[in-house]
């Protein structure tokens, strides 16, 4: 089973700050077939990045997914008010065995 | 639109069972490849099962694996879970999710349910 670590597990950041969101893989993430979510309380999970960078449909292009291996990351270049949120890395390369990264909150400071 | 709408959830004993539905609409459902993902309180996402339109591949997360039934039918535009032998660890919101496409294997989720509560307790 490929572990995913996302890191930090909280970060406190203001509107308009830019900021990157970390998501390891214990191994080699297949075809760097890794999606990202966010969940606001309360709602479901949103799709936002699925294949690594490609963005999913109606999100906003301040979203950008990155990287392959073992290391990818997602950013929002200018946080907006309604983007505090948790934010889950998912792997599918390995699927059916597909797993979930712990998430990594971001708060208002 | 696309609509997932789960229901079914409750309270029940350790050792009891229960059944999740999840109905759908706004898409072409036999289609589309379904999942079940659980969400214990507070906690992450852990996937459950997948089912693929034609009911030819299902898959399960080991810590339910021969506990949890999935099932479809897609005249009714409908998604099942069947849970037997529930223990405390099950407790957690479950959604429907849809793989976004008619694949063999889960894949991505494009699309979820509101999610239904259920919790094990005695």
């Known amino acids: 089973e490929i572990v995913l670590t996302q890191s930090p597990g909280t970060l406190s950041l203001s509107p308009g700050e830019r900021v990157t969101l970390s998501c390891r893989a214990s191994?080699?993430?297949?075809?760097?077939?890794l999606a990202w979510y966010q969940q606001k309380p309360g709602q479901a999970p949103r799709l936002l990045i699925y294949?690594?960078?490609s963005r999913a449909t109606g999100i906003p292009d301040r979203f950008s997914g990155s990287g392959s291996g073992t290391h990818f990351t997602l950013t929002i270049s200018r946080l907006e008010p309604e983007d505090f949120a948790v934010y889950y890395c998912?792997?599918?390369?390995?699927?059916?065995?597909?797993?979930f990264g712990g998430g990594t909150k971001v708060e208002i400071k | 639109e696309v609509q997932l709408v789960e229901s079914g959830g409750g309270l029940v004993k350790p050792g009891g069972s229960l059944r999740l539905s999840c109905v759908a609409s706004?898409?072409?459902?036999?289609?589309?490849?379904l999942n079940w993902v659980r969400q214990a309180p507070g906690k992450g996402l852990e996937w459950v099962s997948f089912?693929?339109?034609?009911?030819?591949?299902?898959y399960y997360a080991d810590s339910v694996k021969g506990r949890f039934t999935i099932s479809r039918d897609n005249a009714e535009n409908s998604l099942y879970l069947q849970l037997n032998s529930l223990r405390a660890e099950d407790t957690a919101i479950y959604y429907c999710?849809?793989?976004?496409?008619?694949?063999?294997?889960?894949?991505?989720?494009?699309?979820w349910g509101q999610g239904t509560l259920v919790t094990v307790s005695s």
């Open positions: 191994q080699s993430v297949t075809s760097s077939y």
């Open positions: 294949g690594a960078s």
């Open positions: 998912q792997q599918y390369g390995s699927s059916p065995a597909l797993t």
């Open positions: 999710a849809r793989d976004y496409g008619g694949n063999w294997r889960p894949s991505w989720f494009d699309q």
């Open positions: 089912i693929s339109g034609s009911s030819s591949y299902i």
């Open positions: 706004g898409f072409a459902f036999s289609d589309h490849s």
